[in-house]
């Protein structure tokens, strides 16, 4: 049973406009959650995270919100570029900055921006 | 460039053959891991290390041994391949203070196996 799931396989947009991904999970351990954005024949690079001490998390164009009470988070991409095609991950964790501490992932979203 | 090397990039077996997957970083991370990516599965992790001389089973362990071999080194071995082990196997490592998060990981850029 996958404790984190993102429900949308894929997202197509058009350049400029907003992308947003969603990501929702089931185990209220999780404290720490994080974005991956991985290129084809490439590994996961980070992104962003967000701490659930927060709700809202922002680095440049990127955004990301925490609804605990929903267990459920966003990635709001503003403005959208051709370089964000891409697949998104969604992580989760319990506990931060523990060694040994395992992400468990979500499926992904396939991200085409279109020019 | 500092980062997570894995080798080798692309690997085709026959069905009841060996192999080992090697994994190596140079960011002195204490914490290394193995994972396997599948369409629609995401990416689950097969073993973990959290520290140099420990290992731990993951969500999919069957069918795999790993081995840490130093603080920069970690291995993973399929004794005897099986179809449905064909995947992108991708390494990775974590440690405290790296980059923009206070927590993440960085990841090789996979290995390809596919076993016919």
């Known amino acids: 049973d996958q404790q984190v799931k993102q429900n949308s396989p894929s997202l197509s947009v058009q350049e400029g406009r907003i992308s947003i991904l969603n990501c929702d999970y089931t185990?209220?351990?999780?404290?720490?959650f994080l974005w991956y954005k991985k290129y084809p024949a490439e590994g996961p690079t980070f992104l962003i995270s967000?701490?659930?001490?927060?709700d809202k998390n922002e680095d440049g164009r990127f955004t990301v919100f925490l609804n605990k009470s929903a267990k459920h988070l966003s990635l709001h991409i503003v403005p959208s570029q051709p370089g964000d095609s891409a697949v998104y991950f969604c992580?989760?964790?319990?506990?931060?900055?523990?060694?040994?501490?395992?992400?468990?992932f979500g499926g992904g979203t396939r991200l085409m921006v279109k020019p | 460039n500092a980062g997570v090397t894995q080798t080798p990039k692309f690997q085709v077996l026959k069905t009841g053959q060996s192999m080992t997957l090697q994994c190596a970083q140079d960011?002195?991370?204490?914490?290394m891991y193995w994972y396997r990516q599948d369409p629609g599965m995401g990416l689950r992790l097969i073993y973990y290390?959290?520290?140099?001389?420990?290992?731990d089973k993951g969500e999919v362990p069957n069918g795999y041994n790993v081995s840490r071999l130093n603080k920069r080194e970690f291995s993973l071995r399929l004794e005897s391949a099986a179809p449905s082990q064909t995947s992108v196997y991708f390494c990775?490592?974590?440690?405290?203070?790296?980059?923009?998060?206070?927590?993440?990981?960085?990841f090789g850029s996979g290995t390809r196996l596919t076993v016919v």
């Open positions: 990775a490592s974590s440690g405290k203070g790296q980059g923009r998060s206070n927590y993440g990981y960085t």
């Open positions: 185990n209220s351990m999780f404290d720490y």
């Open positions: 967000i701490s659930s001490i927060k």
């Open positions: 992580a989760a964790s319990e506990g931060v900055g523990n060694a040994g501490n395992m992400l468990t």
């Open positions: 960011m002195n991370h204490n914490s």
């Open positions: 290390s959290a520290s140099e001389g420990t290992t």
